[in-house]
């Protein structure tokens, strides 16, 4: 069994502060685990994703996140926020590939002119 | 290059009427993805296709049925639609290259479905 916990349906950051999105999963086997991005009435396009190595991943638009095995987190990260980061992020976990993907349920941020 | 594109962008139906929602991808992908989003849940796999004539059920398939017509088009059929199948509904679609973890998904742009 698989799921995702993202800690706050809402965040808000000032415009240049740092971004920090947390997301929790458990799975009984070594997971993928990816990020998402949703901007209003769009599909979903793919930040990140974590597979197997290094534990510290770069995506797109300046994001990050870092795969902790101990923690079972995988938190998205971006050193300065800016007004085009206002979306919706979901985070993601499966035993492999896309067809068991499990998404949690999402947060929305704000970023604060 | 389109992409992943879906018809329609937003459709009502009445309880009991029945439509196809329509997806096509462009990038020869073999693998095809129905999804389903709902407040605060997230997205959840209604049904997939790994390849060309093959379909399997995902994590909410009761009331829908799916039809992988060719390599392009993978449709989602509601054959009795009820209100609570009003939802936000998503295709995507990957290919597996040579490794599974440079393998990415593509997402349409989505069909908002409101059944009365």
């Known amino acids: 069994a698989q799921s995702v916990t993202q800690l706050g349906s809402h965040v808000s950051v000032s415009e240049g502060a740092l971004v920090l999105l947390r997301c929790n999963y458990s799975?009984?086997?070594?997971?993928?685990l990816f990020w998402y991005v949703q901007y209003p009435n769009q599909g979903l396009q793919l930040l990140l994703k974590?597979?197997?190595?290094?534990?510290l991943v770069k995506g797109i638009n300046g994001f990050e996140a870092e795969f902790k095995k101990s923690e079972t987190s995988f938190h998205l990260t971006k050193p300065s926020a800016h007004m085009s980061d206002a979306a919706e992020y979901f985070c993601?976990?499966?035993?492999?590939?896309?067809?068991?993907?499990?998404f949690g349920t999402g947060t929305k941020l704000q970023v604060i002119p | 290059n389109a992409g992943v594109t879906q018809t329609p962008k937003f459709q009502v139906l009445k309880t009991g009427q029945s439509m196809t929602l329509q997806c096509a991808q462009d990038?020869?992908?073999?693998?095809m993805y129905w999804y389903r989003q709902d407040p605060g849940m997230g997205l959840r796999l209604i049904y997939y296709?790994?390849?060309?004539?093959?379909?399997d059920k995902g994590e909410v398939p009761n009331g829908y049925n799916v039809s992988r017509l060719n390599k392009r088009e993978f449709s989602l059929r509601l054959e009795s639609a009820a209100p609570s199948q009003t939802s936000v509904y998503f295709c995507?679609?990957?290919?597996?290259?040579?490794?599974?973890?440079?393998?990415?998904?593509?997402f349409g742009p989505g069909t908002r479905l409101l059944v009365l």
């Open positions: 995507a679609s990957s290919e597996p290259v040579t490794s599974v973890p440079e393998e990415t998904q593509y």
């Open positions: 799975s009984s086997v070594p997971p993928y």
């Open positions: 974590y597979t197997t190595g290094a534990t």
């Open positions: 993601a976990v499966s035993p492999r590939g896309y067809q068991k993907v499990t």
């Open positions: 990038m020869n992908h073999n693998s």
């Open positions: 296709s790994a390849s060309e004539g093959t379909t």
